[in-house]
């Protein structure tokens, strides 16, 4: 099952983006906000904006990972309201204030997407869920971390390269139909191997635009892999995000320093995670930076 409730900002703009900041708030546990929690199938946590926190904006972090950890252990510190709780499925960590209004056309959004499972509805339903959080119609670069392939005994390289272009393209298949309604602008992928990058370049009409790439203990790209990209437009960008993004372990080991959080209870498990970023064109100032993490019930998972 890979159903989630929409977060439903309740604000639209057409040339405005809205870029939000929390400001973290004491909230007290009323006694009927988890017996509210346990009805829920899906849900959401957006973070806002972490450049809202000074401790955070200027703390220099080793991965995404821990970054998202810090924020979530100022967010989480306390219990939300049940008045926070929605009845459409979004769980306010914090007050929501505008700190910020531009031109839609003077912003660029990097959107990358940490999947956990090969499923097309996860992926069309993150895109909504960040363009509803930031009131806009398009994403201009779209970057795609795909869930790791299971490992098979005695399988050969060759053998996994075919299951996992073929676990891609449905996903792909996805990604083209937000570049034709112009939802996304264009594609990128998180450490592809050359022998990925072509397979996927070969099977594909839009190809990606971008290659994601985290290099451990050197800053050098293999030869072969820049060449490759040289000559099909592709842009090697680096990172340091883990591999994979281990958003379960990131929740389970704040929950084991607040066992009381109903969040930390064992009927929901996270899923996807999307991390974006809005800069301003031509001054390059990041406008806005945060994280929306998807749960889903544990029984609703094994449906």
């Given at each position: 099952m890979c159903q989630f409730v929409?977060?439903?900002?309740?604000?639209?703009?057409?040339?405005?983006?809205?870029?939000?900041?929390?400001?973290?708030?004491?909230?007290?546990?009323?006694?009927g906000f988890l017996e509210k929690f346990r009805d829920l199938q899906s849900f959401r946590l957006h973070t806002g904006n972490v450049n809202a926190y000074n401790e955070l904006k200027l703390k220099r972090f080793s991965s995404s990972a821990e970054e998202l950890s810090a924020c979530l252990k100022i967010q989480l510190a306390s219990t939300p309201a049940a008045t926070d709780f929605r009845n459409n499925g979004t769980l306010l960590l914090c007050d929501n204030a505008h700190i910020d209004k531009y031109e839609r056309d003077d912003l660029k959004i990097t959107m990358k997407l940490f999947l956990s499972r090969w499923c097309e509805r996860e992926l069309k339903e993150a895109v909504d869920a960040l363009k509803d959080q930031l009131a806009t119609t398009s994403i201009e670069l779209l970057i795609v971390a795909f869930p790791e392939l299971d490992i098979v005994d005695g399988e050969s390289e060759e053998e996994e390269n075919k299951r996992w272009i073929k676990h891609v393209l449905p996903l792909w298949t996805s990604l083209e139909t937000l570049i034709k309604s112009g939802e996304v602008v264009?594609?990128?992928?998180?450490?592809?191997?050359?022998?990925?990058?072509?397979?996927?370049?070969?099977e594909v009409d839009t190809r990606p635009t971008v290659d994601h790439l985290k290099i451990d203990g050197c800053c050098v790209v293999p030869p072969e892999l820049q060449e490759y990209a040289k000559n099909h437009d592709v842009q090697l960008l680096t990172h340091n995000d883990p591999i994979p993004f281990p958003t379960r372990e990131v929740f389970h080991s704040f929950c084991t320093l607040n066992e009381e959080t109903p969040l930390c209870s064992d009927l929901f498990e996270p899923t996807w995670t999307v991390r974006y970023t809005v800069w301003v064109r031509r001054r390059s100032v990041m406008a806005s930076k945060g994280y929306i993490v998807a749960f889903v019930g544990t029984e609703a998972k094994k449906e």
């Open positions: 929409l977060i439903s900002s309740g604000i639209r703009a057409s040339r405005r983006l809205r870029v939000s900041g929390y400001l973290p708030q004491v909230m007290s546990c009323p006694s264009s594609l990128g992928v998180s450490d592809l191997t050359l022998n990925q990058l072509e397979a996927l370049c070969d």
